[in-house]
Each structure stands twice: as structure tokens, then as C-alpha cells.
């Protein structure tokens, strides 16, 4: 703005001094016929002059009345340029003001976006940590329980231990009885000393071969576990034979089918039995003793009878060496399907009927292990494979 009016009070004063040149001029020539006074016709020339000079500084007027019009208005257009440009300048800056508050209000909310983040993160860090102690618990637990099992089973083997060393104490003590008896009738006679010290022998002898016997018991027992181990080697590599284990699997069935229908059988034929010894003994006769049908029922019976001799020696000596697992009822039993070798070795069990328990099933499959070999016949095809129910304590013949 300054700038402008320097410029217009310079234009100005250039206009000015030109006049005042102009002026000067017409002047100086004014001077000279005065000071000549040559010659009248010289004056009419002047007059000219003047009145051609008067057009002109008319003229010259006009044309500086034309240009400050023109500079007043270009004066007026930069003046509303300049009022123009500071309005732009202002809305620019309050527009500058608003661009910084919304920066600072953008600032302000990433600021709080990262507050937020950070207290996201810091909460996730907190769960993480409780989520790692959570399962450091849980592992602790697993392993204290682990260790209550073991602990649990280490009891029960000492208190079969205990047992054990207490039947034998009283085996001992009722030896020594019978020895202090023995010692107060030697007084009665010399053979009665003798048999007495005879019959002490005898006792002795029979505490060595029970300790004898639990000995190869216990060595057995290894024996089975290595075979156990053996068996479940061979057991991966039998895996590669499932066409056989299947066709295998259907005969078992059938084997169990027949199994079921020959001991649904001798129940019936129980039954039959009971029933006969209410019958007078009249009605017995009139089939003579030869009869083939009466001599074959005969031998299916003795067959029978056999099966669950077998059967039932099977079942005693794997509840001898059932470890019985705490805490669960006394009734429950579950069904297996054992293969065995001609000696009676256990080749591997199948678990046919569940009792809803995993451990007590897995219990019935260790003992069944630990019987091995079974009190099977070479001469009886049918143990080669057959199902059993197993059970802690003697089944109800519902069962």
C-alpha cells in the first residue's frame, strides 16, 4: 500500500514539473517581443501562440484530469485488491487457526489412541501373565497328582508287601507254636518227639516253598512284563496285518456267538438238572443206559463242565493279581476277548464291553498281562481266542 502511493506522489510530481517546463516555455518566448518590440505583425504570431498554448495546456488538463481518474481508479482496484488480499490473509488465517486446532485435536486423539493402545497392551500382558500362571497351576497340580498316584500305588504295594510278610510271620509263629508244643510233649515218648520234629521239618519245608514260590511268582511276573513288552512290539509290527485281524475278529465272533450259546446251554441244562432231582426216580426209567442221544448228551455236559472249570481258574488267577484301583465301586466288571498260544501265554486283549471306567478297565488288562501264561489246555482250540467278564468280586449270575 505504501508502495502505491509513493508511485502516485511520484507520477505527481513528474506531471508537475512538466507543467511547470511547459510553462517556463511559453514564458520565455512571451519575454521576447516585449523586450524586441520589432515588429507588429510579430505580435499577432504571439497570440497564436498563446491560444494554441492555452488548447494545449487545456488539453494537457484533460489528459492529467484523465490519468488521475484512471490512477484514482487503479488506486480504488488496488485498494479493494489489497482489502481483497488481507480478507484472504485473515480467512487464511483463522483458517491456519482452525487447521491448527484440528491438528491438535488430532494430536490429542492420537495421543489417546496410543494411551489406549498402550493400556490395551498392558491389560493383554496382564492376562498373558495370568494365563502363564494359570497353567504353571495347572501343571503343578497334574504333577502333584501324578505323584499321589504313584504314592497311592507304592502304598497299596506295601500293604501287599505287608501282607504278605505278615502271613509269612504267622506261618513262623504258628511253626514256633507248634514246635514249643512239640517240645513240651517230647517228655511223653521218643516217637512222638521224632514226629514232632518231623512234622516241624515238614513246616519248614513249607514256608521255603511258599517263599519259593512267591519268589518264581515275582520272577514270572517279570518274565511277563518282558514278554509284555515283547508282545507290544510285535503288536505295532501286527498292525500291518488288518485284512487277517479282521477275518481273525469274525471268527472270534462266532467263537464268542458259540461260547454264549454253549453256557446259555449248560445254564438250561442246570436248570433241566435242578428240575429232574424233583422228579420221582420213576421216570427215569425205560432209557437204558447205552442209549447213544443220553451218552452224547452226557459228553456235551462234560465238555461244558469243563469250559467253565477252565473259565473259572482263569478268572481266579487274574483276581489274584489285580491291583484294584482306590476310589471306585466295588461292582463293576468289563469284558475282554484274549488270545493266547498253545502254552496259554497272553498274545494280546481286546476290550469287548467297557465298565465306564478307563482306569479299572486298563487295571482288568495289566492283570490279565500279569496272569500270563493262563491255566488254558493245549488240547482246546476255543482258548486260543475267547471272551471273558472280569471283576474284582464273584458276578451275580444275572450277569
Request: a negative charge; one cysteine or more.
Amino acid at each position: 500500500m505504501l508502495d502505491r502511493v509513493m508511485g502516485f506522489i511520484f507520477a505527481l510530481l513528474l506531471h508537475l514539473i512538466l507543467l511547470a517546463g511547459f510553462w517556463f516555455a511559453q514564458w520565455q518566448p512571451s519575454e521576447i517581443p516585449i523586450e524586441s518590440k520589432a515588429a507588429l505583425g510579430e505580435s499577432e504570431k504571439l497570440e497564436e501562440l498563446e491560444t494554441i498554448d492555452e488548447s494545449v495546456i487545456q488539453a494537457e488538463e484533460q489528459r492529467l484530469a484523465l490519468e488521475e481518474r484512471q490512477k484514482q481508479e487503479a488506486e480504488s482496484k488496488r485498494e479493494r485488491e489489497v482489502r481483497e488480499k488481507e480478507e484472504k490473509a485473515q480467512k487464511e488465517a483463522l483458517e491456519l487457526v482452525e487447521l491448527r486446532k484440528k491438528q491438535e485435536l488430532e494430536k490429542q486423539a492420537r495421543e489417546q489412541h496410543l494411551e489406549e493402545l498402550k493400556r490395551h497392551q498392558q491389560q493383554e500382558r496382564e492376562a498373558l501373565a495370568q494365563l502363564k500362571q494359570q497353567k504353571e497351576r495347572e501343571a503343578l497340580e497334574l504333577k502333584e497328582q501324578r505323584i499321589a498316584r504313584r504314592e497311592e500305588e507304592a502304598r497299596h504295594q506295601q500293604e501287599k508287601n505287608r501282607e504278605r510278610q505278615q502271613e509269612l510271620e504267622q506261618r513262623e509263629d504258628e511253626a514256633r507254636r507248634e514246635k514249643e508244643r512239640l517240645a513240651q510233649q517230647q517228655t511223653d515218648t521218643e516217637q512222638k518227639r521224632r514226629e514232632l520234629e518231623k512234622q516241624e521239618q515238614e513246616a519248614k519245608k513249607q514256608i521255603q516253598r511258599d517263599e519259593a514260590q512267591q519268589k518264581a511268582a515275582e520272577a514270572r511276573k517279570a518274565r511277563d512284563l518282558a514278554r509284555q513288552q515283547e508282545l507290544d512290539e510285535k503288536r505295532a509290527e501286527k498292525k500291518l496285518a488288518d485284512k487277517a485281524r479282521k477275518e481273525q475278529a469274525q471268527r472270534d465272533k462266532a467263537a464268542e456267538k458259540k461260547l454264549k450259546a454253549e453256557e446259555e446251554a449248560e445254564r438250561k441244562r442246570l436248570l433241566a438238572e435242578e428240575s429232574e432231582t424233583l422228579v420221582p426216580a420213576t421216570t427215569k426209567i425205560g432209557r437204558p443206559d447205552g442209549d447213544p442221544e443220553a451218552q452224547g448228551t452226557h459228553n456235551s455236559r462234560g465238555d461244558n463242565s469243563r469250559k467253565a472249570q477252565i473259565i473259572n481258574a482263569i478268572t481266579q488267577k487274574v483276581r489274584g493279581l489285580w491291583v484294584y484301583p482306590a476310589g471306585l465301586p466295588k461292582n463293576l466288571w468289563c469284558s475282554y476277548r484274549i488270545r493266547t498260544m498253545p502254552d496259554g501265554s497272553v498274545i494280546s486283549v481286546e476290550l469287548v464291553k467297557s465298565s465306564g471306567y478307563a482306569v479299572f478297565d486298563k487295571s482288568a488288562e495289566k492283570a490279565i498281562f500279569a496272569a500270563s501264561p493262563l491255566p488254558t489246555p493245549s488240547d482246546m482250540d476255543e482258548f486260543r481266542s475267547f471272551s471273558t467278564k472280569l471283576s474284582p468280586t464273584p458276578l451275580p449270575s444275572n450277569n
